[in-house]
């Protein structure tokens, strides 16, 4: 059993350096999306003339900010899509490492009971540690990815709303919070599984 959970561990260091892009993508993320609320809340502002004042004697002021503007979207709606991939990638990645445990327990042994799942070998984790702990890492993985996406999905419908900025700040605010991975609960799976190291 031991050789067994050594290899998991082995995993979940690879994972653990993996995760730790996610923090940094979270703040991309953060600084491209307000960029995009940024420009998209100056939209509406550019498409009144009443704005405008002295200068709306400029010919085509109007329609030559409204294109740059909305070229400067285009650029940050490509790189959000581009942080998307990159967090998507991640998810793919501890997907595959599911998947790969699977078959870390098959190959080790033949035949493992539900009493050698639960085996202790002194401070190691068990392979249920080890098989749970990863399931619930790709579980809020993927459930955050899902819900980044969706909320990166409704900015382009919302440059096209008037008055969209309520709904800009809660999509925002729901971005910041990164409510599906709690930090607690994701060091406490590497607790366990590195418990000897902590001792």
Excluded: H
Excluded at 70 to 86: A, H, V, W
Excluded at 142 to 161: C, H, M, Q
């Amino acid at each position: 059993m031991e050789p067994i959970v050594k290899k998991y561990q082995r995993q979940f260091r690879k994972i653990k350096d993996e995760i730790s892009r996610w923090e940094e993508l979270q703040s991309l993320l953060i600084s491209q999306f307000s960029n995009a609320s940024s420009i998209i809340q100056r939209l509406q502002a550019i498409q009144d003339s009443r704005n405008y004042g002295t200068l709306s004697c400029v010919e085509g002021i109007e329609g030559v900010l409204l294109a740059k503007q909305t070229e400067s979207l285009q650029i940050i709606f490509i790189s959000l899509n581009n942080t998307m991939k990159e967090f998507c990638g991640i998810v793919s990645s501890l997907e595959k490492d599911v998947r790969d445990s699977k078959q870390i327990v098959k190959v080790g042994c033949a035949q493992i009971t539900a009493k050698q799942l639960k085996q202790r070998v002194g401070v190691k984790p068990t392979l249920a540690d080890c098989i749970e702990g990863l399931r619930l890492l790709e579980e809020m993985y993927r459930s955050e990815y899902l819900l980044k996406l969706s909320l990166v999905s409704a900015l382009p419908a919302l440059a096209l709303k008037p008055s969209a900025s309520a709904d800009l700040g809660a999509l925002q605010q729901l971005l910041v919070d990164q409510p599906n991975i709690p930090r607690e609960e994701v060091q406490y799976i590497y607790d366990i599984i590195f418990a000897e190291e902590i001792s």
